[in-house]
């Protein structure tokens, strides 16, 4: 619970579709990933929870614009669905 006294930390990780084409399923939307980025609540006795993990993609229409999605709403261009690495 945000509020407990506790923490709130951003984290880069790892995930193994950085570098590679992803689209966003609602609105179709594709570009590569570049990067993700958890965010980690710790409480008070150091227990940490993950509270949504952001993709930073990188356009593939020569917009320049990179944009941020929740990393559960991209799947990969080859169909796998998008999920958190393991903690």
């Known amino acids: ?3 407990d006294g506790g923490k709130e930390v951003l984290r880069d990780v790892a ?3 950085i570098g590679r084409r992803v689209v966003h399923a609602r609105t179709g939307r594709a570009g590569k ?3 993700v980025m958890q965010h980690v ?3 008070i006795l150091g227990r940490e ?3 949504w993990s952001e993709a930073h993609v990188r356009p593939l229409d020569g917009s320049g614009r990179e944009w ?3 990393l ?3 799947r990969a261009a080859d169909g796998e669905a ?3 690495p393991p903690s």
Do not use: K, T
């Open 1 to 3: 619970m945000i509020g």
């Open 49 to 51: 929870r993950v509270v």
């Open 33 to 35: 990933l570049g990067a």
């Open 15 to 17: 995930h193994p579709w």
């Open 68 to 70: 941020q999605a929740d």
């Open 72 to 74: 559960d709403n991209l």
């Open 41 to 43: 609540h710790y409480d």
């Open 82 to 84: 998008g999920r958190r």
